[in-house]
């Protein structure tokens, strides 16, 4: 539809003075072709409408004044957008520098985690108790959880450049690993460690996933780009039909009933009124708000434990030699690194903090399936990642609070109603909504949202290395 | 004459072939340890592919390349190490240690780790978007990642590998200034110049220790005023480092003026093999680059009866 869209409104050189009424007269031959367009496409779909009546006949609704609406709408505003090239702009650039570490904001860092560890209680003062659970639960640990899958991912894909489709397999090993060891081993051999199961099962549970790392990573060490990315694909999909199908061990599709998480031993909740953590320490609300502000800090404390790794291991020579090898692999090999350690690091890495995250989703769900370990959410990780820019720690999490925080926030889309009426149903609209919004992010900035690289040493002066000279890695 | 007194790489029977097309076809000439010795020949005569052998990035059909970082290549030692099935033999164990390489038989890292071969690319290969001081740590990969203890050490912060990175840190210094970057040690190094990658390209080979030093036309896209820079470094490597240059090149400005050795291939044959001066004087590299006179060809149909 872009008629006539010279592209003078991104032009860099100044438009050409001309008067206001031939810039309308053109502005308004430019968008008449849109409108037609747009109504063309109203006319099926919204302006003819079938609806079923209550003795289930069917009935034709014509809808004229939508479809007048709507291309009334897209007339105007493809007339203004092109009207508006034409006023005097403010020199400021036109989009908000997010570069906010090249910017020298180092404040950043530290006001986000103060702001994350009061989270729980700013929401318990502003939301009460009952009201706290969603912000803590819903947002809170959930966007932790992806949070921590994007830092895990952020190592294969954005430091050593290795295109991963299939991260949600180590998720998925971490979460079986508590669930088979805290509901079917330790009940069965040391019924005593029960309370501690979820400590227990979470180190194995890092160097299970480490070890499946390692395991894929072998058969691809020769493979590059799209190559790469369908075998991870595949290598996803076979853990999660392994997940159905071995019934004997994973109970199928039915999925795993796993045991809760306890406060270092102590239960949050107990069924025959034994001592619990609110009734020892006297605090006040559920047990359930107890239970979601431990979770919450639980699932801060390893994203920050990743977050710390991963920054000291980009000053290590395996962090630099990952990215030296989403640099150039050519030249690693000409310099003496040994590219197959490199590859088998990088998974290992990758996986252990997916495997992690995936005990503590098991511990907090209470229940894991494979219906929790589909290709949609090795999609949305990959999605954080790539949103957030490649290889930086702050950017990933800024996109997986959008990103995590945006779905749940669209949620809540009642609003919508008093526009388009009582029978308009929002939640249908959300993953629309989400996915238009990706696209209008990525056209905002193709390369994330911090494409900036910090380098890992420096010699006279820190300053951030324009995205524009990384590489994404071939694979 | 050291190429045949102390030879630090031999190249016995070199043969590369892809498919139909023999691009080497049994080549073989040693390389003296402290020459810069210089392969040249006409475009595809080979000169690349026999580069992409010595440094593994291709695995030859057959041949034998032996590399000493211990004396001269002593034929008895390449016979037996050749006749058992390792890939070197080291003096002592040590990481870092001297002994007698098969290149034939080694992967391309291990080529740089332990024989200690580095290259440089006909197509500039930095990594760009790493600084310019991050791409010299990179180069010195190994040593850190022994000091690191790998990686556990420099994980709880050790400071052995504190001392290890500023000592390495110290080595990228020395060859920044030498090749004068030491002020854009913190840019990009994918935002440098043509001319300053093309150095930067070689300090960065030179920080992993070689004690050979394969470059890929190194003066390819530079001005009268680099090239002559680079003719100045090139020598400070051989006197100053204890480092052998083997080097492709298409200038002969900077092939007659620096070089100890001269080898010409054409078709993946070697045709001329010695001094630069008897090198440019030999009828058959005058008729590579050159062709011959017009006569000649005439007399050569009479015979060939056209």
């Known amino acids: 539809m872009s008629a006539g869209g010279n592209g003078s409104t991104r032009s860099t050189l100044p438009p050409e003075p001309v008067s206001m009424r031939e810039a309308a007269r053109k502005a308004a031959r430019d968008a008449l072709p849109w409108a037609l367009v747009t109504l063309g496409l109203c006319f099926p779909i919204i302006l003819l409408r079938t609806e079923q009546d209550l003795s289930n006949r069917i009935v034709l609704n014509v809808r004229p004044f939508l479809t007048l609406g709507l291309v009334l709408a897209v007339f105007l505003g493809r007339f203004l957008w092109l009207l508006a090239a034409h006023l005097p702009r403010p020199k400021a650039p036109a989009f908000p520098r997010l570069d906010l570490a090249a910017n020298g904001a180092r404040w950043f860092p530290y006001v986000g985690l103060a702001a994350l560890f009061l989270f729980p209680f700013l929401s318990l003062a502003l939301a009460g108790p009952s009201g706290a659970i969603k912000w803590v639960d819903n947002f809170g640990v959930q966007i932790l959880i992806y949070v921590m899958l994007g830092w895990g991912l952020n190592i294969v894909v954005g430091l050593a450049g290795l295109l991963d489709l299939g991260y949600v397999a180590f998720y998925a090993v971490g979460a079986y690993t508590y669930a088979i060891i805290a509901t079917y081993v330790i009940p069965a051999t040391l019924p005593v460690l029960g309370p501690w199961a979820f400590w227990i099962c979470l180190p194995l549970a890092g160097l299970l996933a480490a070890l499946w790392g390692v395991i894929l990573g072998f058969p691809v060490l020769r493979l590059r780009g799209d190559y790469l990315a369908i075998v991870t694909l595949a290598f996803g999909e076979i853990i999660r039909l392994v997940l159905i199908n071995w019934v004997a061990l994973t109970n199928g599709p039915s999925g795993i009933q796993t045991p809760r998480i306890t406060f270092f031993g102590l239960p949050f909740t107990s069924p025959n009124g034994g001592t619990t953590v609110g009734s020892l320490l006297g605090l006040p609300g559920t047990p359930t708000v107890h239970r979601s502000i431990f979770l919450y800090y639980v699932i801060l404390a390893l994203a920050l434990l990743v977050a710390a790794v991963t920054q000291r291991m980009r000053r290590l020579p395996v962090g630099r030699a990952w990215e030296a090898l989403r640099e150039d692999e050519i030249a690693c090999r000409s310099l003496g690194l040994n590219t197959v350690n490199t590859k088998l690091t990088a998974f290992a890495m990758g996986a252990l903090f997916g495997g992690l995250a995936g005990a503590f989703f098991g511990a907090r769900q209470g229940f894991v399936s494979p219906k929790s370990f589909e290709f949609l959410e090795s999609a949305t990780i990959l999605a954080i990642v790539v949103l957030g820019g490649m290889g930086s720690l702050v950017g990933v999490a800024i996109a997986a609070i959008v990103v995590i925080g945006g779905i749940e926030l669209l949620r809540e889309l009642d609003w919508m109603k008093s526009i388009f009426g009582e029978d308009f149903d929002p939640g249908q609209y959300r993953m629309l909504i989400f996915g238009l919004a990706m696209v209008v992010v990525m056209i905002w900035r193709p390369r994330g949202l911090m494409s900036a690289r910090q380098p890992s040493i420096v010699l006279h002066d820190g300053k951030a290395i324009a995205g524009a000279h990384v590489k994404e890695g071939h694979g | ?306």
């Open chain 2, 1 to 306: 004459m050291r190429w045949l007194s102390d030879p630090l790489l031999v190249v016995e029977g070199l043969t590369m072939r892809f498919g139909g097309l023999v691009a080497v076809r049994d080549l073989s000439f040693s390389v003296g340890r402290g020459d810069i010795t210089a392969l040249i020949g006409p475009n595809g005569a080979g000169k690349t592919t026999v580069f992409n052998c010595i440094t593994g990035f291709y695995k030859p059909t057959s041949g034998l390349m032996a590399l000493s970082t211990d004396g001269a290549v002593d034929p008895d030692a390449v016979a037996a190490l050749t006749a058992s099935s390792r890939r070197y033999a080291l003096r002592e164990d040590a990481p870092d240690a001297d002994g007698l390489f098969l290149l034939e038989r080694m992967p391309d890292f291990e080529i740089a780790q332990k024989a200690h071969v580095a290259r440089t690319f006909q197509n500039i290969r930095l990594f760009p978007g790493m600084t310019v001081l991050e791409n010299l740590i990179v180069a010195q990969h190994n040593r850190l990642m022994r000091a690191s203890g790998w990686s556990l050490l420099g994980l709880v912060g050790a400071a052995s590998y504190r001392d290890a990175e500023r000592e390495a840190v110290e080595r990228a210094c020395f060859w920044l200034d030498r090749i004068g970057l030491l002020a854009r040690a913190d840019d990009a190094a994918g935002s440098l110049p043509y001319g300053d990658q093309r150095r930067l390209e070689i300090a960065r080979a030179m920080c992993t220790g070689p004690v050979l030093l394969c470059l890929d036309e190194p003066a390819a896209g530079l001005n009268p005023k680099e090239t002559a820079a680079l003719n100045g470094l090139l020598r400070a490597i051989r006197d100053e480092h204890a480092t052998s240059i083997l080097l492709i090149e298409h200038d002969m400005s900077v092939v007659m003026e620096i070089s100890d050795h001269v080898i010409v291939i054409e078709y993946g044959l070697r045709i001329s093999d010695g001094t630069p001066d008897s090198v440019s004087n030999d009828p058959k590299v005058v008729a590579a680059y050159l062709g011959v006179e017009d006569d000649e060809v005439a007399i050569a149909e009479a015979e060939a009866g056209l």
